[in-house]
């Protein structure tokens, strides 16, 4: 083969692995042929996806301008084991709202200070205000799994988590805050292939974290840690609500759903176009359920 077959051949190899940016199809599903277009062949699938995702933004930016008028407050806890797709969905989330009154929380370990406070007192900060929509990926939740698994807190501060976070999350509610707790249950076969897909694409290398690498070992760790948070913090005005993300996609679309069918906004589609898909949404006390059922058979336990 000569260079010029070589060079092609390579560039053929590098396009398969470059991914389109999301909803480029569909903005561009009635464009006209030309000398300088190049035709690209997508799964009908994704097309769907990408036109019910933007139909949910639009839904979204609704109900943003309603808090803003009314002066509501939302908070929304993104919880779950490494690479389960949490913070791709509240990309998808914030988008398209206007980010003066969205805030993404994402904290780091505790520094020397930190680690001297209440432990809750470095998210009290972050809590919306009026009109606001903040998104805490991952949360004050570390102490119910992260941190017992891998050491970072006693037993002793992680059983006096689970008692007072019940007690902290009334007080928020009670004030008027609407909370929301999701937790993105993925397959641990899954979790190892986003693993991998982190280690060779170069723009998810930064989501890698020795944390990730002992994900695997601890496995069943995790899933007694997660059946002790449920038990403890699945309360009435706090429930938790299970995402399954096996598929990424199928899931950013159905948590965006439920939220929406949870609140009302003005100009909001009839409740049937928003219905999130039960085998993907799943209630706390449903997945307690399974677990109590499956607890001493880890292998028929979700993530």
């Known amino acids: 083969m000569g260079d010029s077959g070589k060079k092609e051949k390579k560039s053929r190899s590098v396009k398969s692995d470059t991914k389109l940016q999301e909803l480029t199809a569909l903005r561009n599903i009635d464009a006209k042929d030309s000398k300088d277009r190049t035709a690209i062949w997508i799964k009908n699938w994704h097309l769907a996806y990408e036109y019910e995702l933007r139909r949910l933004q639009v839904e979204l930016m609704k109900l943003q301008q309603t808090m803003k008028d009314q002066g509501a ?29 969205t805030r993404v929380t994402a904290l780091i370990k505790p520094n020397e200070t930190e680690g001297t406070q209440w432990y809750f007192q470095r998210y009290i900060s972050h809590l919306p205000a009026d009109g606001e929509m903040v998104f805490f990926d991952r949360s004050w939740y570390n102490r119910a799994m992260v941190e017992p698994v891998m050491g970072f807190c006693t037993d002793e501060q992680n059983k006096r988590f689970l008692k007072d976070v019940p007690l902290l999350e009334e007080l928020i509610v009670k004030d008027g805050i609407k909370l929301f707790k999701f937790y993105f249950s993925v397959s641990k076969e899954v979790q190892k292939e986003r693993f991998e897909s982190r280690r060779e694409d170069p723009l998810k290398q930064y989501k890698l974290s020795p944390v990730d690498n002992l994900a695997q070992k601890y496995w069943d760790q995790y899933s007694l840690r997660k059946f002790q948070m449920l038990q403890e913090t699945n309360r009435t005005m706090a429930p938790w609500t299970i995402i399954r993300s096996d598929n990424k996609k199928l899931a950013r679309i159905n948590c965006i759903r439920y939220v929406l069918t949870q609140l009302d906004y003005e100009g909001k589609l009839p409740a049937k176009e928003l219905k999130p898909d039960p085998e993907i949404v799943v209630s ?8 109590e059922e499956h607890l001493m058979n880890p292998d028929k336990l979700y993530g």
């Not at 084991?81 to 980010?99: S, V």
């Open 73 to 101: 407050r939302l908070l929304l806890i993104f919880e779950g084991r490494d690479a389960a797709g949490k913070g791709g969905t509240i990309k998808r989330f914030i988008a398209h709202l206007n980010p003066r009154y």
């Open 284 to 291: 706390g006390i449903d997945e307690l359920r399974h677990m």
